[in-house]
C-alpha cells in the first residue's frame, strides 16, 4: 500500500527519474462506485510515471498528478481474470470525504452533488434507502468512515447483493 507522507521514485518511460511524497488528494467529489484507490503525489513533475517505494517494490502508476494504487489495480484484474468483468457493489451516490475538509471531527462522508448536480443517483440503492444531499455517511456496518478508511474503498469488502447498515446523520 502506498502510505501518506511516503516517498516515492517515478519512473517516466524514458528512463526519467523524480521523486515526491504522497499526500492527500485534493478535495474532490468522488463517487461511491470509484473502484481505484487515487492519491496526490507532491514534488513530481505532471506527467507520467511508473512508482516504486525505496526499496523498489512497484506501488502504482500517475496520470498526471493522480497516483493509482497497484493493490486496487490488483484486485480489479483478479476480479476480471475470475469471473470476465469488474462487479463492485455500489451506493450510487456522490460525496466528499469530510477528513479531506476542515471541520472538527473528519468522520464520515457528506453526500454532494457532482458537476450534473446529482447527488444520488435514481435507481440506486441510496436512492431506495432515502438517502439525499447533505446526509453525512458515519459507518457501513458499524466501521466508521474516516482518513484511513474512504467509504468507496470500504464498500470493496462486499459483494454485490450483501446487505449493509449504514449509519449517518440528517
Known amino acids: 500500500d502506498i502510505g501518506f507522507g511516503e516517498e516515492i521514485v517515478g519512473l517516466e518511460w524514458k528512463g526519467l527519474v523524480s521523486t515526491g511524497i504522497v499526500s492527500r488528494p485534493p478535495q474532490d467529489i468522488r463517487s461511491s462506485e470509484d473502484v481505484f484507490n487515487t492519491l496526490a503525489i507532491t514534488g513530481m513533475q505532471n506527467r507520467d510515471l511508473f512508482l516504486f517505494d525505496l526499496n523498489g517494490r512497484i ?7 493522480i497516483a493509482y494504487d497497484m493493490d486496487g489495480i490488483q484486485a480489479s484484474l483478479n476480479k476480471v481474470l475470475l469471473s470476465g468483468k469488474i462487479n463492485y457493489p455500489r451506493l450510487g451516490l456522490y460525496y466528499i470525504s469530510l477528513s479531506d475538509l476542515p471541520v472538527e471531527s473528519g468522520e464520515g ?8 448536480k446529482i447527488a444520488v443517483v435514481k ?3 441510496a436512492e431506495r434507502a432515502g438517502f439525499q444531499a447533505g446526509d ?3 459507518a457501513l456496518n458499524k466501521d466508521s468512515i474516516n482518513a484511513s478508511s474512504d467509504l468507496a474503498v470500504m464498500l470493496k469488502q462486499y459483494k454485490p447483493g450483501d446487505t449493509i447498515s ?3 446523520s440528517r
Open 166 to 168: 449504514v449509519t449517518f
Open 59 to 65: 506501488l502504482g502508476f500517475t496520470r498526471g498528478q
Open 123 to 125: 435507481g440506486s440503492p
Open 109 to 116: 462522508a457528506i453526500i454532494t452533488t457532482n458537476d450534473k
Open 136 to 138: 453525512i455517511l458515519l
